[in-house]
T-cell receptor
Framework: GAGVSQSPSNKVTEKGKDVELRCDPI?????LYWYRQSLGQGLEFLIY????????KSGLPSDRFSAERTGGSVSTLTIQRTQQEDSAVYLC???????????FGPGTRLLVL | GQQLNQSPQSMFIQEGEDVSMNCTSS?????WLWYKQDPGEGPVLLIA?????ELTSNGRLTAQFGITRKDSFLNISASIPSDVGIYFC????????FGAGTRLTVKP
């Protein structure tokens, strides 16, 4: 595809369950980013991958959040033991490298009941 | 995470009017970007600025990268109804930090 894709588009889960969110970046983009957007708020940086370098995890809000990027392409954001305050839209973006413009996917809307 | 200070929070304008919004930060960024987000969609890039002092136009949009690298503004000239949406500024170095957004309403 031409753009960043994310799945699922919507996810409803119960408090305490684990969830996995997937991001497929634009082909050839070495940089991949995860952001969180709460209702009516701006975007909050979570984590950044650049090639084979160690990821920048400085934005992860707690140790319940983790992310992997396998083979330098697809990324998975995992939230363990979800809490109601984790409800938000999780956006993924990719760019050719960290100096270039990021392009966003449509997001995954997570609702924790 | 660290946020940028974006203002105004919201604007209600008449079609045809010009719009101006800005972002400031206490930190320096290497790149400033402006995005527009429609309901249910991811942000879409409008303008990217890569050098301090840079002034860039994209149609009716004009944006500038502040000389101190700590601020940027976006102007929209002759607004039209489809300009409605939320506009976000972002500073990149390389992970991005975002402003809280400016919600623009355009009355026909």
């Amino acid at each position: 595809g031409a753009g960043v894709s994310q799945s699922p588009s919507n996810k409803v889960t119960e408090k305490g369950k684990d969830v996995e969110l997937r991001c497929d970046p634009i082909s050839g983009h070495t940089a991949l980013y995860w952001y969180r957007q709460s209702l009516g708020q701006g975007l909050e940086f979570l984590i950044y991958f650049q090639g084979n370098s160690a990821p920048d995890k400085s934005g992860l809000p707690s140790d319940r959040f983790s992310a992997e990027r396998t083979g330098g392409s697809v990324s998975t954001l995992t939230i363990q033991r979800t809490q109601q305050e984790d409800s938000a839209v999780y956006l993924c973006a990719s760019s050719r490298d960290f100096r270039e413009t990021q392009y966003f996917g449509p997001g995954t809307r997570l609702l924790v009941l | 995470g660290q946020q940028l200070n974006q203002s105004p929070q919201s604007m209600f304008i008449q079609e045809g009017e010009d719009v101006s919004m800005n972002c400031t930060s206490s930190s320096i960024f290497n790149t400033w970007l402006w995005y527009k987000q429609d309901p249910g969609e991811g942000p879409v890039l409008l303008i990217a600025l890569y050098k301090a002092g840079e002034l860039t136009s994209n149609g009716r949009l004009t944006a500038q990268f502040g000389i101190t690298r700590k601020d940027s503004f976006l102007n929209i000239s002759a607004s039209i109804p489809s300009d409605v949406g939320i506009y976000f500024c972002a500073g990149q170095r390389p992970g991005m930090r975002f402003g809280a957004g400016t919600r623009l309403t355009v009355k026909p």
